[in-house]
């Protein structure tokens, strides 16, 4: 573990005075650096699902922010590629697009055909 890094992050400016949004923050922050960077590029998403639950909490806050990571992470596995086209606009460097903004909890997914 890089003891440098936990430093850096912990210590950074952080205008978030919320401690379960800066805890789950920070957690995401270490789960790339150590976890994720040694696994490589396996992520089926664009954002990947750790950048897609950083963006989501920061945006909508620690509860909703988990929920839509949670989301995300039942649909990140090798059957999302059907749902091309339905669900997801398209691919983008290999791999699926899903912006934050493509998330079920907030409003329903209506597919690219016009379809429900």
């Known amino acids: ?21 800066i805890v789950l ?36 806050g620690p509860l909703w922010g988990s929920l839509m990571a949670a989301d995300r992470l039942m649909r990140c596995n ?9 669900y997801y606009p398209g691919i983008r460097d290999g791999k699926i697009v899903d912006p934050i903004e493509n998330n079920l909890i907030f409003r329903n997914r209506k597919t690219h055909k016009g379809q429900k």
């Open 1 to 21: 573990m890089n003891l440098l890094f936990i430093i850096v992050v912990l210590a950074q400016p952080n205008h978030e005075t919320n401690p379960v949004t």
């Open 25 to 60: 923050s920070t957690s995401l922050s270490l789960y790339q650096e150590i976890i994720s960077s040694s696994q490589g590029d396996v992520c089926n998403f664009s954002p990947s699902c750790s950048n897609f639950a950083k963006e989501a909490i920061s945006r909508y």
């Open 78 to 86: 090798p059957w999302s590629y059907q749902h091309l086209g339905t």
